[in-house]
């Protein structure tokens, strides 16, 4: 039995990339930077008409925040795949990109060959055109693609996906799907790819400390010079803060780590194969970094990113840090603040352990105000999405690595955890820097991108 | 003897106080922000012009940085007062003001009368102009002041004054005087006037950690999710910050209080006079503040006023802060710090401690920027224009309470070290919020300040 696709659908992807990477330009082109509305209703136009293009039918649905587009393309299949994605992009404001984030130039990158240079182009604008470029070849051939799609794109992604929760309530008839998706350009500098089997849930949260009873300007700066005799709210936060890190990187919060677990066989003998093939060097390279803060490497090294919680501090501010002296005692210090979850570690006891550790330590005046939180998701290894997304790539001639869980979070719990189905993350391709200046995804990629998407979908259809 | 003026100059003051607080709003009116250059040249002249049209002479001498105005105004009096000034403000950026801080409106304050609210008018644009009305006043009735006065006026007072002592050492032979003056409003709301006989020093300078041979990103933010393998300048900085203070707010720098000195027999004597009128509570509630940081009220809190050194927290800025969320871990951290330095500390020893404390905690990497810096300085309670300032004071019926020093800095230090002449600050005269929003000074505490600067003038020439 060959479970590849007709040689028509690789054929005709092959030889339409300049048309294919001209939908990844005119996607990353778009602004839709969530942060700010920048963009934002534009691209959501933008996506429903693409699917409509496809041959599905969209429609732009309204949140208290930015919208979703719902799509469904039937292709009379038994199976139905539920195409989760995002539209919206990290704000750009204060990087130092080397071309215009927004124009989808292609530059030749030296380690990388041609490359779109953009924002989003890798987070996740690219594997979304992607995606679509290759339900537009099943359309151009005449042929309806292996699977019926739904489609779930959010345009809140980059602030914690806020909305997403009531849209999938309120839509959870139609979206029955047998497995969910979320497309992404996965192979490293070297090819290798991965695939991605859950992912750690997120705290976001901003604590503030402000002049109060304990003492400290209330209301305004006063002269720096008062420090003398008045407290300080910034030096308040800094320590509150330094309560929670001790010096050997070990989270102090009481009962943090409480549910940290061994990973399962299943997952144990996927990091030992994962190790094998991880670099590294290469990784420290890509993220301009010189070593890593945890001790150990290879297995020891990856088991503690899969398996560890994470207190990181994504922004500071405080007093005033313009141009030129100012010698002031600030009247309010503030820290964004998040908080990575790994199995079975629940949002709400997380935040009470914070809340009662600054509390135990006299600091119950600092506010945590809870910006956006969703937990952790995991899908079994052996579900016939991965598998079918695991042979499709080896059609392809190349072998992919599974992580138990990526650090990073994406509200997956929805779809395992709500609409009850399993969900795979990956494809081939390759980019990166996201979230930073000078997002890229290589031009090969996607030509790669978009024969494992064809591949993921006959395989899935046939299983 | 009599010792005050004729009683034709303080009629004349008393009788020409719209006109006299016209120039305190012309001065407020032109901005001139050191920290971006906003206004400076302009007002520069204006400063130079207000010398002339008080009989003086005047030039605006370039520096590195903004223009100083020197100026001499010849009474062929046997002593002659150095009257030192800035015609600089602080920035007004993310400050909040009930009027627009450059418009010189007179608002009525609740608990102060008729006031001008701009920035600079207490610090130090209202003393300023006031001083020129006492000379204005002298001119128009056709008497020489019983002083020469020499004019010494700065740009960057608010910048540390970097170019001062270039200015001082260039101009040393014509920077010939018996005394210098820092005029300014120093009666507290009930009225009672402060008299400064000291200044704390100041190292200003901005931390910064960048991501290096210890780990984290070295040159760009990147995914937060790496903050469980990778290193964090952010915590880094704030750890070290952490380490140089207590919870019980000691500075754990090794050496930091080691000059730490008691008071002389007369600063002791004017401590127990202060403590008798010091009013914590107006002081606390003029800030904006609860409770004071320090243990202990009266000659207690005072002394450590008077004689503990700070280290403050300026301004903090770290990873991203703008609108929505963004998780990123930031490749550095800067904080801006400033040092209060007392008698006798030393600049130099003082950096050197605080690198040895971050180089023994293991920051060796955290860069230490030194922006500016100056030392302390004191006069002594007995030198003859304290004490002419004392008697001026006394001559209007009013009890002044002399400062060992203030907390706050300012290059005294050009007199008493350099130049090797005593200076005395004050005057009569209420205002405040100095570097904060709505800073303020009384439409009466002008007219107040004209009476006690004539007073001052002529009791100094009697000396």
Redesign the interface.
Known sequence: MTASPGPDIMAYIDTHQAQHLERVRTFVRQPSI???GTGIAAMADLVAATIREVGGSAEVVPTAGHPAVLGRLEAGAPKTLLFYGMYDV??V????WTVPPFAGEVVELPAHGPSVVARGVFNSKGPMAGFFNALAAYRVLGAPPPVNVLFLIEGEE???SRNLPEVVAAHREVLRADAAYFASFSQDARGIPALYLGV?G?I?MELVCR??????????????????????P??RL??A??SM?G?D?QILIDGFYDEVADLNPDEEHLLQRLAEVFDERTFLAQ????????EGHGET?LR??LT?P??????????????????????E??A?V?I?LVPHMDIERTLQRLRRHLDAQGYADIEIHR??AYPWAQTPWRSPAVQALVAAIRDQGIEPYAWPR????APMYLFSDVLKMPFVMGGLGHGG?????NEYATVTGLRLFERSVAGFLQRFGEM
Do not use: C
């Open positions: 969530s942060a700010d990290q704000p404001e204060g990087e130092d980059e602030l914690g750690k997120i976001f002049g109060g009873a304990w003492g400290g300007p209330q209301t305004r700066m006063i002269h720096g010079s008062n420090a003398v005799w008045i407290g300080s910034t030096w800094l320590q803060l330094a890190m010096r990187e993220n301009d970094v010189q070593r890593f803060r945890l090294l503690n990113y560890l994470t207190l990181n501090i994504d922004g500071l501010a405080s007093g005033w840090v313009g141009p030129g002296s100012k010698t002031v005692l600030p009247h210090a503030r964004r998040d990575r910006w956006e990526i650090a990073g979070s820097r996201a979230h930073s200046p």
